[in-house]
């Protein structure tokens, strides 16, 4: 029976997509109602500002995280087209190349030159864009998958404070905006942590911290430029 493993680095590529889309859907539009309900602003307009915050920040999203990963996958493609240029033109450069990183990597020499020979024999372009690239099926750039993960993840972050809004008078905005996506920040830090393998606090603590900063200088600036209005 065959063995399947799964490892966490597998989810690197969509996980981190994921993550700093509902982050900054929740960062960005609470931030945004806070700073339109300090200034004074009615339920009605804060409502309508928080979703033209979710469709500009969704799309916003998607077309620099396309473009970002594009840019990735561009820099792979070019880097393995020269690779490819370069073994069939000096096929023994590129074996005694591959043969040295296994030396480096812990084996003696001529199980090196064994390994070099059986994976070039096996995929050559393959096996010097892992191992001399670093390039791999499970981490190469998926824009269109980052794109929609991103944008999905945006819209979903972006809709919880919105449900606030929608919910309480504008009276209770400031505080229950505030609290709840502070909470919703520390259950994505500590989902993405849990998913990820890393430290649950440490990852709910930093997205906490850096929520509230940013709600509380846009909020500040907000009741700044109502007073002054």
């Known amino acids: ?41 009615t339920s009605a307009n804060i409502l309508v500002a928080g979703v033209a915050g979710l469709v500009a920040g969704a799309m916003s999203m998607a077309a620099g995280e396309y473009v970002s990963v594009s840019s990735q ?38 199980l090196a030159a064994k390994v070099a ?16 690239l670093g390039i ?14 991103s944008a999905a993840t945006f819209s979903l972050g972006a809709v919880l404070p919105l449900l ?10 400031m505080w229950a905006v505030s609290a709840s996506s502070l909470v919703f920040l520390a259950l994505l830090g500590s989902l993405a942590a849990r998913v990820g393998g890393a430290s649950v606090m440490t990852a709910a603590a930093r997205v906490t911290f850096w929520g509230a900063l940013a709600m509380a200088l846009t909020a500040g600036v907000g009741a700044l430029f109502g007073v002054s209005a």
């Open 73 to 110: 996958a561009d820099t792979e493609h070019a880097d393995l087209e020269r690779e490819r240029s370069e073994l069939a033109a000096f096929p023994e450069h590129e074996h005694a190349e591959l043969a040295a990183i296994y030396v480096r990597r812990g084996l003696d020499a001529e």
């Open 117 to 132: 020979t059986q994976l070039t024999a096996h995929d050559a372009l393959g096996a010097h864009g892992r191992d001399e």
């Open 136 to 149: 791999s099926d499970t981490l190469a750039a998926r824009p269109v998958q980052a794109a929609l993960a």
């Open 1 to 41: 029976m065959r063995h399947l493993e799964r490892h966490r680095t597998q989810r690197v590529g969509w996980l981190r997509a994921a993550v700093l889309g509902a982050n900054d859907g929740i960062v960005s539009t609470a931030s945004l109602i806070l700073g339109v309900a300090a200034a004074g602003a």
């Open 164 to 173: 606030v809004v929608m919910l309480l008078p504008v009276s209770a905005l």
